[in-house]
């Protein structure tokens, strides 16, 4: 009588803690996790570099802030620093991940391959480092077409043009990039705190 007891007072809580439903943390954390990894697909290559760079000014600005979070409006709005942060970790691997694709075409079509960034005035939208990205990860040096040669000195200009890219103009290319603000990639990033 007592085993039997015993084997049914394990099976009933076994029962009991695999019908068992997570907390309420653990519920709402994953489904926003999902709806930003969703989010983050949708954006584009060039959208996901323009998010990166709101993201990494209005870092930069929470660590020279002084005067507190009214300092630190970026594209219209106020990002806190651990927000950007954030969001800069979110956004890189889907922007490698999307540059390498990128790559992928330069590799395969390089005398027919256009770069999508005007490249004459990268440094006017702080476009460049987004050029040197894909560049840099068609891994170049690699290749042996004529058209790589081109290619190859495109980017050291999209470098140099990139290095040139103060912090203050980086401040200035984010207040045309507004569409950050009311996108649905910072209010996943808001409920993902």
Not at 4 to 11: E, N, Q, R, Y
């Given at each position: 009588m007592k085993s039997?007891?015993?084997?049914?007072?394990?099976?009933g809580l076994a029962l009991l803690t695999s019908c068992q439903t997570p907390d309420r943390g653990e519920r709402a954390e994953r489904p926003t996790a999902d709806k930003l990894e969703e989010t983050l697909s949708r954006l584009s290559l060039r959208e996901l570099d323009q998010?990166?760079?709101v993201f990494r000014v209005a870092f930069d600005k929470s660590l020279e802030s002084w005067q507190g979070p009214g300092d630190l409006v970026v594209a219209g709005c106020s990002i806190p620093g651990g927000l950007a942060e954030n969001g800069l970790a979110e956004v890189r691997p889907w922007l490698d991940r999307r540059a390498t694709e990128e790559a992928r075409?330069?590799?395969?079509?390089?005398k027919t391959y256009k770069l999508p960034i005007d490249e004459e005035n990268c440094a006017k939208d702080c476009s460049c480092g987004l050029g040197l990205?894909?560049?840099?990860?068609?891994?170049?040096?690699?290749?042996?077409?004529?058209?790589v040669k081109d290619l190859k000195r495109l980017r050291t200009t999209l470098e140099s043009r990139a290095e040139l890219i103060s912090s203050e103009r980086a401040e200035f290319c984010t207040e045309s990039?507004?569409?950050?603000?009311?996108?649905e990639l910072l209010k996943q990033l808001r409920q993902k705190k």
């Open positions: 039997s007891l015993l084997f049914a007072w394990v099976v998010a990166a760079l075409r330069v590799v395969e079509a390089p990205r894909i560049l840099e990860a068609a891994e170049l040096d690699k290749q042996s077409h004529s058209r990039l507004t569409w950050v603000c009311s996108s």
